[in-house]
T-cell receptor
């Protein structure tokens, strides 16, 4: 069935780069997403990538997509304390429902 | 910037009671969704709704659940007889054309005692 897997925790020193990895199963997904959830808040679409792209860069964010391996990653350059949150990898299935991973909790070390 | 709103932010109810969670999608959006997130778990799709009918629903969305668009602005999720395991954060989302970008509301935390 459809599934998205990602590691649950990541600790990074402030100023370093954070890399969050994800694997997904549905090869027909047209879009893949990274959502950010801060404590007590809703889901904020951070960035997305269309399935025919390999890479997308948006300021400090770089998304890499390996369709062959069904692997998606999010790199946050120069990680700040404000980046502390849960990051959800997600894919859209049949252009309708979004399947989320369990989320990676990013912890920033001083 | 237009946003999806949800009320209440937190609802506490007794097991067996009915609850209605309310959402106001973005005004020109036509596709509506409910998702839920049990504490510490992944966000799960519940149901999608378009043209006044359910487009797709998950296994979680059983006969105890229903959705409605009672007027031109609200989109509601009703749980008829709540169970302890219904305790979760419920997110409403909407999209303009059923395409890639779904806008999520801030969520309603439902606690069933």
């Amino acid at each position: 069935g459809e599934d998205v897997e990602q590691s649950l925790f990541l600790s990074v020193r402030e100023g370093d780069s954070s890399v969050i990895n994800c694997t997904y199963t549905d090869s027909s997904s047209t879009y893949l997403y990274w959502y950010k959830q801060e404590p007590g808040a809703g889901l904020q679409l951070l960035t997305y990538i269309f399935s025919n792209m390999d890479m997308k860069q948006d300021q400090r964010l770089t998304v890499l997509l390996n369709k062959k391996d069904k692997h998606l990653s999010l790199r946050i350059a120069d990680t700040q304390t404000g980046d502390s949150a849960i990051y959800f990898c997600a894919e859209i299935v049949r252009d309708d429902k979004i399947i989320f991973g369990k989320g990676t909790r990013l912890h920033i070390l001083p | 910037e237009p946003e999806v709103t949800q009320t209440p932010s937190h609802q506490v109810t007794q097991m067996g009671q009915e609850v209605i969670l309310r959402c106001v999608p973005i005004s020109n959006h036509l596709y509506f969704y409910w998702y839920r997130q049990i504490l510490g778990q992944k966000v799960e799709f519940l149901v999608s709704f378009y043209n006044n009918e359910i487009s797709e629903k998950s296994e979680i969305f059983d006969d105890q659940f229903s959705v409605e668009r009672p007027d031109g602005s609200n989109f509601t999720l009703k749980i008829r007889s709540t169970k302890l395991e219904d305790s979760a954060m419920y997110f409403c989302a909407s999209s303009e054309r059923g395409e890639w970008e779904q806008f999520f509301g801030p969520g309603t935390r439902l606690t069933v005692l």
